[in-house]
């Protein structure tokens, strides 16, 4: 049986983690979710997920602090993290020009286009295996 890629979804709205986990497994990736930032780090460390797809604006810790802590982990620094946000694009703008944090691989506005999701994953995992 061949490896499933595994995606780690990480958002607060339950709404956005059964649409984004149910298009995922449809597109076969194993799919793991995590509610928060917290519970999002540790999933990150013990599921070890080829790709995590990250919100901004959650409880109990916000998507820019959880996205410097998974790019400075140890287990976690190479894991390639895509923005799903309701946050404007101005927010890319942020990211693009921190010191503490690389950009993202990859920035969504919700809602998201699917396509371009699924097409920017897949370039994600392929650069990945070189």
Same mark, same amino acid.
């Given at each position: 049986?061949?490896?499933?890629?595994?995606?780690?979804?990480?958002?607060?709205?339950?709404?956005?983690?059964?649409?984004?986990?149910?298009?995922?497994?449809?597109?076969?990736? &194993?799919?793991?979710?995590? /509610?928060?930032?917290?519970?999002?780090?540790?999933? &990150?460390?013990?599921?070890?997920?080829?790709?995590?797809?990250?919100?901004?604006?959650?409880?109990? /810790?916000?998507?820019?602090?959880?996205?410097? /802590?998974?790019?400075?982990? /140890?287990?976690?620094?190479?894991?390639?993290?895509?923005?799903?946000?309701?946050?404007?694009?101005?927010?890319?703008?942020?990211?693009?020009?921190?010191?503490?944090?690389?950009?993202?691989?990859?920035?969504?506005?919700?809602?998201?286009?699917?396509?371009?999701?699924?097409?920017?994953?897949?370039?994600?995992?392929?650069?990945?295996?070189?």
């Amino acid at each position: 049986m061949k490896y499933r890629k595994k995606i780690l979804v990480i958002d607060d709205e339950k709404d956005v983690l059964t649409y984004l986990s149910t298009f995922f497994a449809d597109n076969d990736f &194993a799919v793991v979710c995590a /509610e928060n930032g917290r519970e999002g780090l540790k999933r &990150a460390i013990s599921d070890s997920p080829d790709v995590i797809t990250l919100d901004i604006s959650m409880p109990e /810790e916000s998507g820019v602090k959880l996205l410097r /802590e998974l790019q400075s982990g /140890e287990s976690t620094r190479k894991i390639p993290v895509i923005v799903i946000t309701g946050v404007s694009s101005d927010l890319k703008r942020f990211l693009d020009n921190r010191n503490q944090i690389h950009s993202p691989e990859g920035y969504f506005e919700k809602p998201v286009d699917r396509d371009l999701l699924l097409t920017k994953v897949k370039e994600i995992l392929k650069a990945a295996k070189k």
